[in-house]
């Protein structure tokens, strides 16, 4: 608590003072879901549970002629029962606090902006979230960020964006198994308007990961892309990227080049392509068709290195000016250590009964493959395991979600 306590007061202290005398908003939005779920945990077998998910978020901007500052709060409460989570922490707090001030120069293209965040959350339901993965572990994930970028008109065609981040992960207690670490980014983009229909796209960025393990492993990732963003038609636009990742592992055995121990000094390099692309289509009036396509390399929730690749198709079709139908389909593959296949389903339905209340029902359908490759499942460098298991898993679930939002404090104050 005391961390959350000094980051709000970080967040706080990059307010300017004018700002607190001029135009402030505040608005909140409170949502409460029930899950049902065949197997919330994709256990080998299966094992039913019930979810509950009190989700509470904030929001307050201050506004001037030339910047914005925000700060936004958000606190979800977790709880399950049934059989299903045995092994498993039971009830769960998740919260964070973020910070944001902008400063916009003569257009909106030019502006700086820092901004700060603070989260603590479990660490068991962060690894199910990212990877599929149900531990019993105990204790929770906590994650310092400072970021900050700039952007820059250096032609009527030609923008430059410049962006840093580091985050600062730990757990709380500390003796709760996992490896303290750090993830710092730094990124570079810019962007030439060929036409008003095409804009391409050339970006290189570092990340750099620090552990504090026995070996004290270090991991550099080098990412280039070039890209290109269209508007093939008024109803078919596109957005891709492509370029490689070179991976430079230092006091640690990577998990992607190879199998290694726990606690190996050996180093490392491999390289491999990234990529995404985005096609969205306008079917009717009312409907609109995306299919996305990506490969990633990058660290997990508990900085542990793996490879990621999905394709996802989702269709949205607005009913009325209340209600709405989405359907959403994806296959994802995760390979660490082991290699993983997923595939999942949704169809939602969502009504609002007025501007500020809605209600959305959906059925998900999940199936985990049976994992394949090495034996081993543990990542070298974290000591946490990168799958849930070898074995396939199903799970079915129906959820109900209520969402409900207050203008607290309206614009013009």
């Known amino acids: 608590m005391k961390k959350a306590i000094i980051a709000a007061s970080v967040c706080l202290g990059?307010?300017?003072?004018?700002?607190?005398?001029?135009?402030?908003?505040?608005?909140?939005?409170?949502?409460?879901?029930?899950?049902?779920?065949?197997?919330?945990?994709?256990?080998?077998?299966?094992?039913?549970?019930?979810?509950?998910?009190?989700t509470i978020t904030a929001n307050a901007k201050a506004?001037?002629?030339?910047?914005?500052?925000?700060?936004?709060?958000?606190?979800?409460?977790?709880?399950?029962?049934?059989?299903g989570v045995e092994g498993i922490p039971s009830e769960s707090l998740n919260y964070g606090f973020k910070a944001r001030y902008e400063a916009i120069e003569k257009t909106r293209s030019d502006r700086e902006f820092i901004e700060t965040a603070w989260r603590q959350q479990s660490t068991s339901l962060a690894l199910l979230n990212q990877l599929g993965i149900a531990l019993p572990v105990n204790g929770f994930l906590d994650t310092?960020?400072?970021?900050?970028?700039?952007?820059?008109?250096?032609?009527?065609?030609?923008?430059?964006?410049?962006?840093?981040?580091?985050?600062?992960?730990?757990?709380?207690?500390?003796?709760?198994?996992?490896?303290?670490?750090?993830?710092?980014?730094?990124?570079g983009t810019w962007r030439h308007n060929f036409s008003p229909l095409t804009t391409g796209t050339l970006s290189s960025e570092v990340e750099l990961l620090n552990y504090e393990n026995a070996t004290n492993t270090q991991i550099?990732?080098?990412?280039?892309?070039?890209?290109?963003?269209?508007?093939?038609?008024?109803?078919?636009?596109?957005?891709?990227?492509?370029?490689?990742?070179?991976?430079?592992?230092?006091?640690?055995?990577?998990?992607?080049?190879?199998?290694?121990?726990?606690?190996?000094?050996?180093s490392s390099a491999?390289?491999?392509?990234?990529?995404?692309?985005?096609?969205?289509?306008?079917?009717?009036?009312?409907?609109?068709?995306?299919?996305l396509a990506s490969q990633s390399v990058g660290p997990s929730a508990v900085g542990s290195l793996f490879k990621q690749d999905i394709v996802s198709a989702s269709l949205n079709h607005s009913l009325n000016s209340r209600s709405s139908l989405s359907f959403f389909t994806s296959v994802n593959r995760q390979i660490a250590t082991t290699t993983t296949d997923f595939i999942s389903a949704s169809a939602s339905y969502s009504y609002s009964f007025t501007r500020d209340l809605s209600v959305?029902?959906?059925y998900r359908y999940q199936h985990r493959f049976a994992s394949n490759g090495a034996t081993s499942i543990v990542d070298p460098i974290t000591g946490f395991p990168t799958v849930s298991g070898l074995g396939p898993a199903d799970s079915n679930s129906v959820m109900l979600v209520v969402s409900n939002s207050y203008i607290i404090l309206p614009r013009g104050n």
Do not use: C, H
Request: aromatic share 8%.
């Open 14 to 54: 990059t307010a300017p003072t004018g700002a607190l005398a001029l135009d402030w908003s505040l608005q909140s939005t409170q949502t409460e879901t029930i899950e049902l779920n065949s197997n919330q945990f994709l256990r080998s077998s299966q094992s039913p549970s019930v979810g509950s998910y009190s």
């Open 360 to 362: 959305q029902l959906t």
């Open 220 to 266: 550099q990732i080098y990412r280039n892309q070039v890209g290109v963003d269209v508007t093939l038609s008024p109803l078919l636009s596109f957005r891709g990227n492509i370029g490689a990742a070179n991976v430079i592992t230092e006091g640690g055995s990577n998990p992607l080049a190879g199998s290694g121990s726990l606690g190996s000094s050996a």
């Open 270 to 291: 491999l390289m491999d392509w990234i990529g995404d692309a985005a096609l969205t289509y306008r079917l009717l009036k009312n409907t609109t068709f995306s299919l």
């Open 144 to 187: 310092l960020t400072a970021s900050g970028g700039i952007d820059r008109s250096v032609s009527a065609r030609d923008n430059l964006s410049l962006f840093a981040t580091s985050t600062r992960t730990s757990y709380e207690p500390s003796s709760g198994g996992g490896t303290p670490f750090r993830d710092t980014v730094a990124r």
């Open 63 to 83: 506004r001037t002629p030339t910047s914005t500052f925000d700060f936004d709060a958000d606190g979800t409460f977790r709880k399950y029962w049934g059989p």
